[in-house]
């Protein structure tokens, strides 16, 4: 395997013309620890991509002058690990080449996201970080890059970054990588003395430990961590708990937050953090009748090994019942009372697929009627239905670990769903899809009267007052014409695990 050294732009953009593939890129600024070694493996591992690995000490970075001059520079040592890692190729610019680049702007990290932890104490750190790694990729022009979750604020202010300057570049993490003695690697770590090391071990166990008490307790008491670091005359910069994805303190509605903090040994500044998890992850599914939901729902459930939950199920089961017993659900009164007498339940059948009852009766089949397509919408619309299943729905993912699908789980149901997507595909696609599942159930239906009928209901899902169909702010959206429903399930889980720590893989 070629191993280049590219000393100068010229020389990047000389390698970069005789590429016929594209580059995953692993920046790094030197001092080569297990963690890079890592990321340049998980690297070479993703794809048929050349490696790019970029050493190069920012010096915009340091807003301590002594911790720049200090910062351990082992380059040959670097460059030999680089490449028995699996690097192709070694971009090992000069500083002045990288500072002196006009045409490229300085970058502002984003305000919000750098106004805690490490931002606090380190005034234009992470502006550093973001005008170095903006010129890295405007002259590379990788299509991965790849980054340690160890410093996790970066990670989230640089994918930030990407988002709203609208980059090109997918981001791959790993999780933070440890010592045998539980401690995060980081260049800095050669620096410490053997009680220094001992000072940070200490550091890590204890976040750790809160950890294990947050798991039974589900709150952290800082005071409490403090004033054992306090004991041990440890010199905390800072320690906070915060929402894991926006970095604030609101963090009473979060289900994943992050207990991170910074300590001095002797003049050496380390950090390290934990994830903090209330319940299991939910995934939220939405879309239009047709778009695939059920059958992507349903494979990740089985994938991820999640509850499934069909909502729409719900509101056909809750409308045959109260035609069955011919309930005159437009009476506010009447129905509030036979809404209190209801018992919504799913069960496993032999089929791996799931029943539905309601007040005991398995009403799995009839609820697909075309009787019950054509009222579901119109009941579906009415508040007092839409309040009690809402309720039913929150109580069943309680705990999370579910994934469920409908026209409101990430907007009403579940709004603080880890992941909501958007399902969509044509109206011709949703007929046609629709059509074959009929045919299945030996119903007979004209194509373009079928159309008609998604459409109609289409509208009255989307317009009705309460909680219509829309895609939430922060879900992605999918369109699913081209895609096998393994394909669809397959993306999102992918889409998913992206947006979780690593870490936090082996909570759920
Ligand atoms: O499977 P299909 O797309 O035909 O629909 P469904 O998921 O079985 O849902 C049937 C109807 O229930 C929808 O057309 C909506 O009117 C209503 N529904 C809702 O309002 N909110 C949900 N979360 C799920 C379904």
């Known amino acids: 395997m070629q191993q280049t050294i590219l000393k100068t732009i010229n020389d990047l953009n000389k390698w970069k013309n005789n590429l016929e593939k594209n580059i995953n890129f692993v920046p790094t600024m030197g001092n080569l620890h297990k963690g890079h070694l890592e990321l340049i493996k998980h690297s070479n591992k993703d794809g048929s991509n050349e490696t790019l690995v970029s050493i190069f000490i920012n010096p915009l970075q340091f807003n ?9 520079k082992t380059i040959e040592k670097d460059i030999k690990l680089a490449f028995s890692s699996g690097a192709n190729a070694i971009f090992l610019p000069s500083e002045k080449e990288i500072l002196n680049l006009k045409s490229l702007t300085y970058q502002k990290a984003c305000k919000k996201l750098s106004s805690n932890l490490c931002g606090k ?3 234009g750190h992470f502006d550093g970080v973001c005008t170095v790694v903006f010129r890295m990729l405007k002259l590379i022009n990788p299509q991965k890059m790849f980054l340690g979750e160890k410093d996790w604020q970066q990670l989230i202010i640089l994918k930030n970054m990407i988002k709203e300057l609208n980059l090109k570049v997918e981001i791959k993490s790993i999780n933070t990588q440890r010592d045998t003695d539980g401690v995060p690697f980081s260049s800095r770590n050669n620096l410490l003395s053997t009680p220094e090391r001992k000072d940070l071990q200490f550091f890590s166990e204890e976040l750790k430990k809160a950890k294990k008490n947050f798991i039974v307790n589900k709150t952290i008491n800082l005071k409490e961590i403090y004033n054992s670091f306090k004991n041990k005359n440890l010199k905390v910069e800072y320690l906070q708990h915060l929402s894991a994805f926006s970095l604030n303190e609101s963090i ?6 992050i207990l991170a903090g910074a300590i001095l040994c002797g003049s050496t500044r380390l950090i390290d953090h934990v994830f903090l998890m209330k319940r299991k992850p939910i995934i939220a599914i939405d879309g239009p009748a047709g778009s695939g939901k059920s059958t992507v729902t349903k494979l990740i459930a089985k994938k991820l090994k999640f509850i499934y939950l069909d909502t729409g199920a719900m509101y056909r089961a809750l409308s045959w019942f109260l035609i069955d017993q ?6 506010d009164n009447i129905l509030e009372e036979s809404l209190k007498k209801l018992n919504i339940v799913f069960k496993s059948n032999l089929n791996s697929d799931q029943d539905i009852f309601i007040n005991d009766i398995c009403v799995t089949d009839q609820i697909r009627s075309q009787k019950i397509t054509s009222i579901v919408s119109s009941i579906a619309s009415i508040s007092k239905v839409r309040e009690f299943l809402v309720k039913e729905q929150r109580k069943i993912g309680d705990k999370g670990g579910i994934v469920a699908e409908g026209r409101d789980i990430g907007t009403t149901v579940f709004p603080k769903a880890e992941i909501k997507i958007y399902l969509n595909a044509s109206i011709d696609e949703r007929a046609k899809r629709r059509k074959i599942e009929l045919e299945i159930q030996d119903q007979v239906i004209n194509f373009n009267k079928l159309k008609d009928q998604i459409k109609k209901r289409d509208l009255d899902d989307s317009t009705r007052n309460i909680s219509p169909l829309v895609k939430a702010e922060d879900a992605v959206e999918i369109t699913t014409d081209d895609y096998t429903a393994e394909q669809i399930a397959d993306k999102i889980i992918q889409i998913f ?4 720590p690593k870490e936090i893989r082996n909570d759920f």
Do not use: A, G
């Open 64 to 72: 301590d002058k002594k911790d720049f001059i200090n910062y351990p």
């Open 121 to 123: 104490s380190r005034e």
């Open 252 to 257: 009473n509605k979060e289900n994943i937050t």
């Open 326 to 331: 011919k309930i005159s659900y437009d009476n």
């Open 497 to 500: 695990y992206e947006k979780l």
